[in-house]
């Protein structure tokens, strides 16, 4: 190899990395459990707010393992094995929640699936809140009726607090013990449209540095 290929494939090497670096950044997610694969239970467990890691919530919720003793009313997992059933005990409304660490003025990506149970009412709600711990950001309402399969909404936030928090609340069923899965709860930093265009450059120079070298 040619001392000013050595170069080029040093600096491509460099440049790859770099780019495979930020994605891996990119794609871990802020939240503790958002997949709610931990603790493993079997079959599905009625779990207090203190048996929760990573998640508060106003009361015990219902954890599904359908890898033990699978159910005959909900999905497959969207991710894991696990995943999370808002209504869960006589009661409510249940909300679950987790607060992060935020970077104000930072947009994050929060991405979820969720299903309704299947064999009872379809026509289930539930509300998903992204803002500041006092409760001053946005709430959108979805309605859930999506039974045996998962749907998977996308959002984009922008931090108002050094502390953001999201939660998912239950409208309807307000009550009882059935209703509104969710699984694989994801917050990232969203990848910002100067780095990525940056990463173009870097690499069309490359692509030039190629070319001249050829010449
Ligand atoms: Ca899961």
């Known amino acids: 190899m040619k001392k000013a290929q050595l170069k080029t494939a040093l600096l491509t090497s460099v440049v790859v990395a770099a780019a495979l670096g930020m ?32 998640w508060k919530s106003t009361g015990d919720v219902e954890f599904w393992n359908r890898d ?9 997992p969207a991710d894991g094995s696990q995943y999370l059933e808002l209504n869960s005990r006589d009661g409510g409304p ?8 935020s970077v104000i003025g930072t947009i994050y990506e929060v991405s979820f699936a969720y299903s309704a149970r299947a064999n009872t009412n379809p026509a289930e709600e539930f509300s998903f809140y992204f803002g500041d711990v006092n409760g001053s950001g946005d709430t959108f309402n979805i309605a ?11 959002y984009n936030f922008m931090a108002t607090s050094e502390t953001s928090k999201i939660a998912f609340t239950a409208i309807v ?9 969710l699984d694989n709860v994801i917050v990232i930093d969203a990848p910002e449209p100067g780095t990525l265009a940056l990463l173009g450059l870097g690499l069309a120079g490359l692509g030039a540095a190629r070319r001249r070298q050829k010449s």
């Open 23 to 54: 994605s891996s950044i990119a794609s871990a997610s802020i939240l503790t459990n958002g997949s709610f694969e931990n603790p493993g239970v079997s079959g599905y467990e009625f779990l207090t707010p203190e048996e929760l890691l990573g």
């Open 68 to 76: 033990i003793g699978a159910q005959p009313n909900g999905p497959a």
């Open 94 to 101: 249940y909300s679950i929640f987790q607060s992060f660490d």
């Open 144 to 154: 859930n009726g999506n039974t045996n399969d998962w749907t998977n909404p996308t």
């Open 173 to 181: 069923p307000s009550t009882g013990t059935v209703g509104n899965f």
